[in-house]
Nanobody
């Protein structure tokens, strides 16, 4: 099991930027893919971005392509989500998640059931 702690959320005006961080501990971070999900108010979890265990593959949901960038620093056991050009519809609680499987061959999963460890979430609010 891995422990995940997110930080970096907050209130920002539309068009602004935030960088979320997720610090991991408890197992070999570099062996597992990572992802960010979000839960808008009153809605279900949705996949936002994912990165493979080695960092060579990334995947984004269509609504954030070109605006968000996921990255990881395996030496620091940390994954990041840089969010630019934020929109009010990006308002949500953002969660970091770690893949259940080591060295996933397919690279990046977008399915919540493939992720066995989750952080507590960090609130992102974008005002219009």
């Amino acid at each position: 099991q891995v422990q995940l702690v997110e930080s970096g959320g907050g209130l920002v005006q539309a068009g602004g930027s935030l960088r979320l961080s997720c610090a991991a501990s408890g197992r070999t971070f570099s062996s597992y893919g990572m992802a960010w999900f979000r839960q808008p108010p009153g809605k279900a979890y949705e996949f936002v971005a994912g990165i493979s265990w080695g960092g060579g593959t990334t995947f984004y949901t269509d609504s954030v392509k070109g605006r968000f960038t996921i990255s990881r620093d395996n030496a620091k056991n940390t994954v990041y989500l840089l969010m630019n050009s934020l929109k009010p519809e990006d308002t949500a609680v953002y969660y970091c998640a770690a893949d259940r499987s080591q060295y996933r061959v397919s690279g990046v999963s977008t399915t919540t059931s493939d992720f066995g460890s989750w952080g507590q979430g960090t609130q992102v609010t974008v005002s219009s």
